[in-house]
């Protein structure tokens, strides 16, 4: 089973910046596509971000392009969220996912169904 364990969430001013990590028990090589999710209380789980990891391409949900960036790192297995002029429409858990299926890596799809294994999640925080 593999273990996704999230860091570097907490409180932040808007317009500041944040990097997430998601460090994971597998060679992010050997999945199809590693995402994040975000969910703010009262309101339903969204994609942020999604990368196929084998060739790189990237994924971003509307509301944070431009400010946000996906990346890994395959040698230390580790996946990243960098976010720059946070708003506090951005306050939410996030989450780090990995996906198996194929589906995920279709041009900007960003669908939690993809997503079988699940980190516990980070809070970050935007104060107005």
């Known amino acids: 089973q593999v273990q996704l364990v999230e860091s570097g969430g907490g409180p932040v001013q808007t317009g500041g910046s944040l990097r997430l990590s998601c460090a994971a028990s597998?060679?992010?090589?050997?999945?199809?596509?590693m995402g994040w999710f975000r969910q703010a209380p009262g309101k339903e789980r969204e994609g942020v971000a999604a990368?196929?990891?084998?060739?790189?391409?990237?994924y971003y949900a509307d509301s944070v392009k431009g400010r946000f960036t996906i990346s890994r790192d395959n040698a230390d297995n580790t996946l990243y969220l960098q976010m720059n002029s946070l708003k506090p429409e951005d306050t939410a858990m996030y989450y780090c996912?990995?996906?198996?299926?194929?589906?995920?890596?279709?041009?900007?799809?960003?669908?939690?169904?993809?997503?079988?294994?699940w980190g516990q999640g980070t809070q970050v925080t935007v104060s107005s």
């Open positions: 597998t060679r992010i090589y050997s999945t199809t596509c």
């Open positions: 996912a990995t996906s198996t299926k194929a589906t995920c890596a279709y041009y900007n799809r960003l669908t939690s169904l993809d997503y079988v294994y």
């Open positions: 990368i196929y990891t084998r060739r790189g391409w990237t």
